[in-house]
């Protein structure tokens, strides 16, 4: 059963700072993996996906890698800022099944 | 497109009341999921149906949960009788057969007393 952990809980940083937050899962087998955003009271927003055979996407100032064989994955974010506060939830496609195995996601605070 | 929409976006009920969680998927999404987020267990899938059938409910909890997709533009979760530990924060996901992008709703907020 795919498991996927996210560290730390909770980060606080002020703005300016780059940042990373991890993500690990448990089985290899990934079909891709993806980084989602959640506001107070919203739904989940798409940043990034990687597919299995890559090591990294890029979008503005967000960077996510993926390290398939040891199961991890970072979201770096460059120069943050108070508006990037929000939850980060990374979540697991393994296979053909559709299912995504979502970890408990990072809250994070940038102060001004 | 509007996205996907829920309703209601919030309910409160008593112990053992029925409650009927309800969801619009995108036009032309041929997947549709129902997660639950709690603090204790994050976001876990309850069910996801393709072109209107189920195609897994092994996360559904217990036979006091059911859904139902009558049509391609419209789901219902049902819980009867509901419990206090089902209250959580309901969403509802689509995505179309090709491509990678889930679309979620904004949740519907479960309290039940």
């Known amino acids: 059963k795919q498991e996927v952990t996210q560290i730390p809980a909770a980060l606080s940083v002020p703005e300016g700072e780059n940042l990373v937050l991890n993500c690990s899962f448990t089985?290899?087998?990934?079909?891709?993996l993806q980084w989602f955003r959640q506001d107070p009271g919203k739904g989940l927003t798409s940043l990034l996906l990687?597919?299995?055979?890559?090591r990294e996407q890029t979008s503005g100032r967000l960077n996510a890698s993926l390290d398939k064989s040891s199961g991890r994955s970072t979201l770096y974010i460059a120069a943050s800022q108070p508006g990037d506060s929000a939850t980060y939830l990374c979540?697991?496609?393994?296979?053909?099944?559709?299912?995504?195995?979502f970890g408990k996601g990072t809250l994070l605070t940038v102060n001004p | 497109d509007a996205g996907v929409i829920q309703s209601p976006r919030h309910e409160v009920t008593e112990m053992g009341q029925e409650v009927t969680l309800r969801c619009k998927p995108i036009?032309?999404?041929?997947?549709l999921f129902w997660y639950r987020q709690t603090m204790m267990r994050g976001l876990e899938l309850l069910i996801y149906?393709?072109?209107?059938?189920?195609?897994?409910d092994s996360g559904m909890p217990e036979d006091r949960f059911s859904a139902k997709m009558p049509n391609a533009s419209f789901s219902t979760l049902k819980i009867q009788p509901s419990e206090p530990r089902d209250s959580a924060v309901y969403f509802c996901?689509?995505?179309?057969?090709?491509?990678?992008?889930?679309?979620f709703g904004s949740g519907t907020r479960l309290t039940v007393v």
């Open positions: 089985d290899s087998a990934i079909y891709n």
């Open positions: 990687i597919q299995s055979s890559q």
């Open positions: 979540a697991v496609r393994s296979g053909s099944n559709y299912k995504l195995t």
């Open positions: 036009s032309g999404h041929d997947y």
């Open positions: 149906f393709n072109n209107n059938v189920p195609i897994d």
């Open positions: 996901a689509s995505r179309p057969g090709q491509g990678n992008g889930y679309t």
